[in-house]
């Protein structure tokens, strides 16, 4: 059972939206921070935006106003709701868990297998 697991990306047009889901794993008992980042061919990986366990959140200036991030902490599940999406969104993207606590003990940092969005023009 892997810990992270996102799914939700495709194809979409410039304009459209999508909503990215990221599912942690049964072992995994909270979150303090969920991340969202994205790397798009021959760039490095970057910040797209962070959620507490609180629900406190923070997005690159590149998507702020654009996506949302939220969590459902009861059902282990973080959302990446984007809108007015641009060609320039084109990338992979992870989740990300950092300070995990785990039915095992404390992990700090998990990563997904990441999900391709590309958005057409």
């Known amino acids: 059972q892997v810990p992270l697991v996102e799914s939700g990306g495709g194809l979409v047009q410039a304009g459209g939206s999508l909503t990215l889901s990221c599912a942690a794993s049964g072992n995994i008992v909270a979150i303090e921070v969920v991340g969202w980042y994205r790397q798009a061919p021959g760039k490095q990986r970057e910040l797209v935006g962070t959620i507490t366990r609180g629900g406190n959140t923070h997005y690159a200036d590149s998507v702020k106003g654009r996506f949302t991030i939220s969590r459902d902490n009861a059902k282990n599940l973080a959302y990446l709701q984007m809108s007015s999406l641009k060609p320039e969104d084109t990338a992979v993207y992870y989740c990300?868990?950092?300070?995990?606590?785990?039915?095992?003990?404390?992990?700090?940092?998990?990563w997904g297998q990441g999900t391709q969005v590309t958005v057409s023009s």
């Open positions: 990300n868990a950092d300070q995990v606590l785990t039915r095992s003990g404390v992990r700090y940092d998990y």
